[in-house]
Structure formats: C-alpha cells, structure tokens
C-alpha cells in the first residue's frame, strides 16, 4: 500500500508542496515588493531549500499538510481487497469464496457485512445464494445426465456450484465464458438452474473457465473494489490505472495522482477550485456545440416569416426570398411582405414600418436577437480567456517537461551548480501551471456571477486582474529570464540574485493565488452586497481585507504604502529597468 509519505514525494501537485506559512497583505505592503529579497528576515534564502533538507526525507515532510486521500496503485488496491476479504473470513467464520461474494453484494464494505450477518444470518445466506449444504444428494451416483446439453456421462465429468445441482465441465465452461465476455455481471453469477440462486463464487472460476476468462474476471474483481467502494475511485487520466481512495470528510475534493493528474474527487473532473461541481457541469455544457448554435443562429440570421425556417443575410438588399418550395419575398428588417414596399413605405428600397413598429413597442423579436448577441458576446468574452489560460497551461507543462529532460543538465553544468540548487526552477514552473488551471476556472465564476451584484462583479474582476499581472511577471522571469542563463557562455554572476527573485515570484503568486481561491470559494464575503447602488473602490490584495482575509504584516510586505484601488503595484523586475 503507497504510504501518505510516498504519495506526497511522488505527486508533482503544487499545493502538495504548499507549506503552512501565510503570507499576509496589509495596508502597509505591496503585492510585489521591489525589496522581495528581505522579505524573509528571518530566512536569509527567503525559501531557498537547503541542500541537506533533500537528504532528510522527514524534514521536507515536515512542512507539508497531511493529505486526505491516498493514491492506490494495483498491488496495493489488491492488498486491501486480500486484507477485507481475510477479516469477513476469520470474524464470520466463512471460506474466502463466501467471504468474497458478500462483499461483492455489499460493495466491498466490511463494517455493513458485519452488521447485516449478525443481525440475520440465515435471510443473508437466502439472499446471495450461500448454500450450507447441498439441496441435491448426487454422491450416490456413477453417472449424470447433465441438465443442459443432456447427454449421460460419467460423474468425473460433472461440477456443481454449492447447491449440488450437476452439471457437465463442458457447459459449466460455455456458461462461465460467455457470462464473462458480456462483462462484470458475471461476478453476481448464479447457478444454470432456473429454480436455483445458488452463487457461482471464484473457486468455480478458477476450477473450469480458461486462462484468459479468469484474467478478465479478476480484473472485474479487482475494478468492482473501487467501482462500488463509495471512498474510492479511480483516476480519469487516460491510460492511468491508479485510484484514489478519499476520507470524505478530509478537505478540499481537489486530488492528484501518481501520474501528476490533477482532478476533483467529487465529479472526476479535472481540478477546478475555486468553482464548484455544479457550475463546471453548467459551464462544460455552455462549451458544448449544439449549446451554442442557438445563440449563433440567434445572434446572425432571422426566421422566414411563412417557413419559419432560420436565414442568414449573405448580401447587403434588404429583399430577401426563402428558398423553395417557400420562395416567400419579404423585407429583413420589418419582416413584412416585401409586395408591400414601396411609394407607400417610402420607396422601393426604403422601409420605416420598422422604425414606426419600434414606436409602437412591437419589438419583442428585435429585443430577443439583440439579448441573444450580448449575451453570445459575454459568453464569447469569457470563454476566449478560458480557452487561452488552458493552452498557455498546457505550453507551460510542455516547457517543463522540456526543461526537465533538456535544459536542467545544461544549466547546472553552464552556471557550475547543482540540480538540488536548481529544484526553484521546476518549482516555479508547477507553480505556473496550477495557476494557470485557478486563473482559467475564475472565468467560469466570473461569467456565472449575479449581473446585480456590480460591487461584487467590480471587486472579483480586480482581483483576478491582480492575480493575471502577478502570473505575467512569474511567468516571464521563469520562461524569458531563465533563457539567458541557459544559452550562456560561462557561469553568471548574478545567477544566484535570479534564482532569488525566481523563488520569491513563486512563493508569493503562490500565497497570493491561494488566498483568492479562498475568497471565491467564501462568495467574496468581504464585499458587503448592500452597497450594490454605490460606486466600489475594490481594496488592494495589500488590504486587510483582501482574499487573506486578515490583518498584520506577512513576510511578504514591507511596510510602504498600499496602492490606490486601480493601481497596479509595483513589478518586482521594475528595480532592473
């Protein structure tokens, strides 16, 4: 079984290596400080590891959160599974076949076997099928006629689940094969007689159905412990095949497996705090195609008044005639027959029915289109930005994987380091990509908050304004930056004063982005939703108030004067111009 010890060091997760201190914003800090290298007076590295911390397994531990989940590669889901099925056998006193087949209809919970067997014993053994004796005397006998393809042969040739009903190898094998090809029912398999429940356990399995049947049975087995276990589930990254087992209860749903994908426990969606299940389902469906072909079809064409089949204007007249059989002419502003326009309406080519039908109010129809195109337009809006944080996310899981693999090794050996030196680098750049995944979800919270709610909507936008500024500057220092000391000649003297700045970027995007995925999931509570009618100065993240949420100094702040709402503050590479 993987311990929380090796999931932690395996998970290339950022918030697993998130520590426990917080970094406050008051009104006496900017959110970047030109002076980010003392921010850690009493850390002279302001987060630079030490090179022994990697030696010291426990002390690395140490500063890191305890995990509510654990991630289940296939032994150990095995060892679990072996582990249940021995504790229902020694405390019920059954065989491990009976042990399993409980189990199995009691999805794999051992506490609800337990409390179901003691309490009537006799009416479980009814219901699944276990038979303490056999309903049919055969021992008597040389030879059977076997109940299925009825040929007469010898009792060697026969098997009999628990209820004793005989019946020959042969078929007992096609009923076994062809129950397991039609997939995982197979495991609820009952004897070929009609009038029998009696359970077909693994013993039977093991005993007449082919070597490539019984794999496919154990792996139904071994899926049906985390399938039907309510505290488990397995990972959707494709070709993964861990699972993950969550204390309900344990936090966040947010989890990350062995293979470093990231996703929600709760919907198995990819993670996407701080918006929740029901609006990622909400938005996933908005993305869809055929959810945005009405508002397209809305939004650039116009029903045939007579068909009442949609059109688009392709040329600048205003006559428009619908394709046959309909072949109605009419006039795509008003609607009306065009055989109306004319002198009377104010020329041939002119038309004022429709200015004088907006006077009358009778828009119901302009109104619907222009709602339908703002409303594409916001939709638009939000999802452009959506869909460009998740390819930057992915470009910048392409320039990690390449820094890894090709940049590292040349770094240590150009500027004469270590890589245990250099782990600031890969770190900033999981940094990048987890605040890619938050910056790209606040879209969706952003699209779905109330239009009412303008001191809300003003605060949440300034927020996340902040956060994107923020994610610039580290991303351009670990992408842009970094390039300098990689293509160099030799050792570069102020590579250390990078790596510095590089670590402080990261540490405070990194307190930064947690506290605003804490503000939105709290609904913004800071802002007080009476003072709706009133113009909003939003409050700096340097505020006491801000996504922190609380006062005094953090590491990160310096005691100068907080920006003006509107304001950004100050880049942290603004000291290099």
Wanted: charged content about 30%.
């Amino acid at each position: 079984m993987v311990s929380e010890d090796n999931v932690i060091e395996d998970s290339v997760s950022v918030e697993d290596d998130f520590d426990g201190d917080d970094y406050d914003y008051d009104d006496g800090g900017d959110y970047y400080d030109d002076d980010y290298g003392d921010a850690g007076d009493d850390d002279d590295d302001y987060g630079l590891v030490e090179d022994d911390d990697f030696d010291d397994p426990g002390a690395m531990f140490s500063r890191r959160p305890k995990l509510g989940y654990t991630v289940l590669q296939e032994a150990d889901i095995k060892q679990r599974q072996e582990d249940d099925i021995s504790k229902v056998s020694t405390v019920l006193s059954l065989s491990q076949v009976e042990a399993t087949i409980l189990l199995r209809h009691y999805n794999w919970n051992v506490n609800e076997v337990h409390d179901e067997w003691f309490s009537d014993e006799e009416r479980v053994r009814k219901s699944f099928g276990l038979f303490e004796r056999p309903v049919v005397d055969v021992s008597y006998a040389n030879e059977f006629t076997c109940g299925i393809c009825f040929d007469l042969l010898p009792c060697d040739n026969f098997a009999s689940a628990s209820c004793g009903h005989p019946f020959c190898r042969e078929c007992w094998q096609g009923y076994i094969c062809t129950s397991i090809n039609d997939g995982p029912g197979c495991l609820l398999l009952r004897c070929p007689e009609p009038s029998c429940k009696a359970a077909v356990g693994p013993d039977m399995i093991d005993k007449l159905a082919p070597c490539e049947e019984k794999e496919k049975y154990s792996q139904f087995l071994l899926r049906s412990y985390i399938e039907d276990n309510r505290e488990a589930k397995w990972c959707p990254a494709p070709g993964c095949e861990n699972a993950v087992n969550f204390a309900v209860g344990g936090g966040d749903f947010d989890v990350t497996c062995l293979c470093s994908y990231r996703f929600c426990w709760n919907c198995t969606v990819e993670a996407h705090r701080p918006v929740d299940c029901e609006t990622v389902t909400k938005w996933m469906l908005k993305n869809s195609v055929d959810g945005e072909n009405v508002n397209w079809i809305l939004h650039n064409s116009k029903t045939c008044p007579k068909c009442k089949r949609p059109i688009e204007k392709n040329q600048g007249c205003m006559h428009m005639t619908c394709t046959p059989p309909c072949s109605y002419e009419f006039c795509w502003l008003c609607l009306r027959a065009w055989s109306s326009h004319g002198l009377a309406t104010g020329g041939f080519y002119s038309c004022n029915v429709y200015e004088a039908e907006m006077q009358k109010g009778n828009v119901d129809a302009e109104m619907r289109r222009e709602m339908a195109k703002n409303s594409f337009e916001k939709y638009t809006h939000y999802y452009e930005r959506w869909a460009s944080n998740q390819s930057s996310r992915e470009k910048a899981l392409e320039d990690l994987n390449r820094m890894e693999s090709e940049n590292m090794e040349k770094l240590c050996n150009v500027q004469c380091t270590t890589m245990s030196q250099l782990k600031c680098i890969t770190e900033a750049w999981l940094q990048i990509v987890e605040c890619r995944r938050v910056l790209k979800w606040t879209y969706a919270y952003g699209y779905y908050l109330p239009e009412h709610e303008k001191t809300k909507t003003q605060f949440f936008e300034y927020l996340q304004g902040e956060a994107e500024a923020g994610l610039e500057r580290l991303h351009r220092c670990a992408e842009k930056e970094l390039d300098k000391y990689v293509t160099a000649d030799g050792p570069s003297s102020d590579f250390d004063d990078f790596r510095t700045k590089l670590t402080g970027l990261t540490s405070v995007t990194k307190t930064y982005f947690e506290n605003l995925v804490r503000a939105l999931e709290n609904g913004l509570e800071d802002v007080n939703s009476t003072a709706s009618n009133k113009t909003a100065s939003p409050r700096s993240p340097a505020s006491p108030r801000s996504p922190t949420g609380r006062n005094g100094k953090g590491r990160g702040s310096r005691g100068k004067e907080s920006p003006r709402a509107g304001v950004s503050p100050k880049n942290v590479d603004d000291t290099s111009k």
